[in-house]
């Protein structure tokens, strides 16, 4: 029974993360300033934590004593700006692919920072999701260094290397403190951190529609304070191995939906390499 509950809650998480890229993008489109678009979200995620998650072993104040939190919190904040800054340039789906390839760039990082060593599987999933990211990015065609979708792209690469930092760099604090206190002060700190960035945004408003504000508050309340909940409940009740599916749950529901609102475009080659990506994904996710 737990173990079927924890499947249930990291499939869920899953499900949930995986909505956030084509929400961001919809928000984007419908000119949410994108700073702003992320601090309110992360505002509204911290105030469920601390109102509604305290009690459950979210908030440890003590842990924010910590230098690498606050470098962790730092490294998150930059990762998220960069990822609204390049969906703004590029289509949902291109941003939810390179955004997975963090999940291939983290055993590269472990190898540099811990010493943990790379196994067939890991190096042929590697090998296959980079191939594939080549192929999204590209779609078979040749690149223009001064488009804005490739700008974008770089950018969410860039979102990708923070994302697997995070993991890397978080992991002794989880073991230390525990996943949910390290988590809730990841999110605090970024919500503060993010908040100088939101005067450099252009054509800056606080007058947003009903739409928009549904948007900010379902990334806030669901796709990450629940989502981060669920993925806790999951970590904690089912093995590594079990948890790790949330990654390719993650792309493929993000990439689904991307394609089914924003009609993005898919060919032969970026067809082909979100495949890579995901098999990629899965390869790594399920290596021990």
């Given at each position: 029974?737990?173990?079927?509950?924890?499947?249930?809650?990291?499939v869920l998480a899953g499900l949930l993360f995986g909505t956030s890229v084509p929400v961001i993008k919809f928000g984007l489109n419908s000119n949410i300033p994108p700073d702003l678009f992320l601090e309110l979200r992360f505002a509204i995620a911290s105030a469920v934590i601390i109102l509604l998650f305290r009690s459950r072993g979210w908030i440890l104040w003590n842990i924010l004593r910590s230098k690498m939190i606050w470098l962790v919190g730092f490294i998150n904040a930059a990762g998220y700006v960069t990822q609204f800054q390049g969906q703004v340039l590029t289509s949902s789906s291109n941003?939810?692919?390179?955004?997975?390839?963090?999940?291939?760039?983290?055993?590269?990082?472990?190898?540099?920072?811990?010493?943990?060593?790379?196994?067939?599987?890991?190096?042929?999933?590697?090998?296959?999701?980079?191939?594939?990211?080549?192929?999204?990015?590209?779609?078979?065609?040749?690149?223009?260094?001064?488009?804005?979708?490739?700008?974008?792209?770089?950018?969410?690469?860039?979102?990708?290397?923070?994302?697997?930092?995070?993991?890397?760099?978080?992991?002794?604090?989880?073991?230390?403190?525990?996943?949910?206190?390290?988590?809730?002060?990841?999110?605090?700190?970024?919500?503060?951190?993010?908040?100088?960035?939101?005067?450099?945004?252009?054509?800056?408003?606080?007058?947003?529609?009903?739409?928009?504000?549904?948007?900010?508050?379902?990334?806030?309340?669901?796709?990450?304070?629940?989502?981060?909940?669920?993925?806790?409940?999951?970590?904690?009740?089912?093995?590594?191995?079990?948890?790790?599916?949330?990654?390719?749950?993650?792309?493929?529901?993000?990439?689904?939906?991307?394609?089914?609102?924003?009609?993005?475009?898919?060919?032969?080659?970026?067809?082909?390499?979100?495949?890579?990506?995901?098999?990629?994904?899965?390869?790594?996710?399920?290596?021990?």
């Open positions: 029974m737990v173990q079927r509950k924890g499947l249930v809650s990291t941003a939810a692919l390179t955004i997975s390839t963090a999940a291939l760039m983290i055993p590269i990082l472990s190898l540099f920072h811990v010493g943990e060593k790379l196994g067939a599987r890991k190096i042929g999933g590697v090998v296959t999701g980079f191939a594939g990211t080549a192929l999204v990015v590209t779609r078979g065609q040749g690149l223009s260094l001064a488009s804005s979708e490739f700008e974008g792209d770089l950018l969410i690469l860039a979102t990708a290397v923070t994302i697997a930092l995070v993991f890397v760099l978080s992991k002794r604090p989880v073991e230390q403190l525990g996943g949910r206190p390290t988590s809730g002060a990841i999110i605090l700190i970024t919500t503060l951190l993010v908040l100088p960035a939101v005067a450099l945004d252009r054509n800056l408003t606080v007058s947003l529609t009903l739409t928009e504000w549904l948007c900010i508050i379902y990334l806030g309340v669901f796709a990450t304070a629940g989502a981060y909940l669920f993925f806790m409940r999951g970590l904690e009740s089912v093995s590594p191995t079990v948890s790790s599916i949330i990654l390719p749950i993650e792309v493929i529901v993000a990439v689904l939906l991307s394609v089914l609102i924003f009609a993005d475009p898919f060919n032969l080659y970026s067809g082909t390499g979100a495949g890579l990506i995901i098999t990629g994904v899965a390869l790594v996710s399920t290596a021990h």
